[in-house]
């Protein structure tokens, strides 16, 4: 299953987020890809204001992953862009996060292809000029439920 949402500023990018987090389930993790500056953090930061949280949502640039404990379940946003091995994935004990208890959200997951957790939706956010174009992807059983649900509004 497949959908694309056109998003015509940044309060778009939040209010999708928002439709993303509403049936997020522990377990499922999602790739966010897009240039830099497409808006991947600015979506994380409106899937975790519409699950309660209202701390400062920083870009995990340099930490390489930011957890966020929510009521439903662990959050862990990721940022793999200076990830120079995959194999820094191991070593960080990332890969013991896969337990179905996390929902995982991944920027720059190319960076470590082949070691992540597989996608249950992949988002690809395209820059077009001052708006973004989200194209959404479900890659499991799970990812296609998902989606049936936070597509219907594009
Ligand atoms: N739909 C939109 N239309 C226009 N601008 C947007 C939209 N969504 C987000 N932006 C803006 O895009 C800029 C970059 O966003 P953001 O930091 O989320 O990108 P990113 O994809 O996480 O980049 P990076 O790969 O560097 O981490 C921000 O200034 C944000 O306000
Ligand atoms: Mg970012």
């Not at 991947?40 to 930490?63: C, Q």
């Not at 395209?126 to 649900?149: H, K, L, Q």
């Amino acid at each position: 299953m497949r959908c694309s949402c056109h998003l015509a500023d940044e309060a778009a990018t939040l209010a999708f987020g928002a439709r993303l987090a509403k049936a997020l389930q522990p377990g499922m993790t999602l790739y966010l890809e897009g240039d830099l500056g497409a808006g991947k953090t600015t979506l994380v930061r409106g899937v975790l204001r519409a699950l309660g949280y209202i701390g400062r949502v920083k870009s995990p640039t340099y930490t390489l992953a930011e957890t966020y404990s929510l009521p439903a379940f662990e959050l862990y946003h990721y940022d793999l862009y200076r990830m120079h091995d995959p194999r820094e994935w191991m070593d960080a004990g990332f890969r013991d996060t896969d337990d179905g208890r996390i929902v995982s959200l991944i920027e720059w997951p190319e960076k470590a292809a082949g070691w992540l957790p597989p996608p249950d939706v992949v988002i690809h956010l395209r820059i077009d000029d001052d708006s973004r174009e989200a194209e959404c992807e479900a890659r499991s059983p799970r990812g296609t439920e998902y989606m049936e649900t936070c597509c219907t509004l594009c």
